[in-house]
């Protein structure tokens, strides 16, 4: 899987850039700025650069031109981020030297597959570097038995519930979860969360925190109030873990991740949470 930099001063969008390029298995890596994506760029060597090209001060074309004259950086594709919104704007980002464009704003369901595209018509930037034949592919992880068809799950069932108010986050999660052997509940708000507690038996909630209304610590801090059992997680791509690290030093969140994660490590994250349950539950 590659390393790609994304170079944006919205924290919106490197949040969900960011979390789709992790859940397709791919390590992404943000600058706030152009200074500072440049920077990132000679230190870190990504395998694709995705640039908007409407930032402050240093803008996307500023950017590009200092990167296309790093030599170890010639093989990376540097993709503009833009709207698009002027006749003649697609020939002037392509003139100016981009590999190629991203359209905001951007479609979660396409995005990876556009980036994608890129990556496979280029050698890695280490690769290109190094001037060498690229290594033969890693053997691939021992494939897992596919899991058995789903039974409709029984009253007294193991349940997840996930709390996020981005619909296409709640997707993307279930999407990873699918086949494993508990039931999956959603909610797109804190009420919504507490309205479904009160009429299902879950054992593990895992919450995003910036949510508007009632944010996530207030979430699990009503559900540790009702349901002590309860093992409540907290997801979240916020630089601010002020008021998460405090729900856990007050036992209102048992954990926090950081977004975006992946599938398997969200699984293995689900399978310790349930375990913990059984153990909180018997005791």
């Known amino acids: ?11 919106a969008n490197i949040e969900l850039m960011s979390f789709l390029l992790g859940a397709y298995g791919h390590t992404p890596l943000s600058a706030a700025d152009g200074p500072r994506g440049v920077a990132a760029a000679r230190s870190e060597r990504p395998d694709l650069i995705a640039c908007d090209v409407n930032l402050p001060g240093m803008d996307g074309f500023a950017v590009l031109a200092a990167l296309k004259t790093e030599p170890l950086l010639s093989g990376v594709p540097i993709l ?5 919104a002027m006749a003649g704007d697609r020939e002037k980002v392509l003139a100016a030297g981009f590999d190629g464009y991203i359209s905001k704003p951007i479609e979660p369901e396409s995005f990876v597959a556009e980036l994608e595209a890129f990556l496979a018509a280029a050698p890695t930037a280490a690769a290109a570097a190094a001037s060498v034949p690229a290594p033969a592919p890693a053997p691939a992880p ?17 349940t997840l519930l996930l709390v996020d108010d981005d619909r296409f986050m709640l997707g ?7 086949g494993q052997p508990y039931r999956v509940l959603s909610a797109c708000s804190g009420e919504e ?7 299902e ?17 207030e979430v699990l801090a009503r ?14 791509g916020q630089p601010d873990l002020t ?16 977004k975006p994660l992946g599938a398997r490590t969200l699984r293995e994250r689900i399978d310790e949470a349930f375990r913990l349950q059984s153990q909180r539950a018997a005791a």
């Not at 993307?172 to 699918?178: A, P």
């Not at 969360?193 to 009429?199: K, N, P, S, T, Y």
């Open 223 to 236: 559900a540790a109030e009702r349901y002590p059992k309860t093992v409540r997680l907290m997801l979240s």
């Open 172 to 178: 993307v999660l279930n999407d990873m979860l699918v």
């Open 193 to 199: 969360a507490l309205e479904v507690l009160d009429h």
């Open 201 to 217: 038996a879950v054992e593990v909630i895992l919450c995003d925190q910036a949510m508007p209304g009632m944010r996530g610590t």
């Open 243 to 258: 008021e998460i690290e405090a729900a856990i030093a007050s036992g209102v969140a048992d954990d926090h991740y950081v």
């Open 80 to 84: 503009a981020v833009t709207a698009l």
């Open 1 to 11: 899987m590659a390393r790609i930099l994304i170079i944006e001063d919205n924290p």
């Open 142 to 158: 021992a494939a897992q038995p596919a899991p058995a068809p789903k039974p409709v799950a029984a009253p007294e069932a193991r």
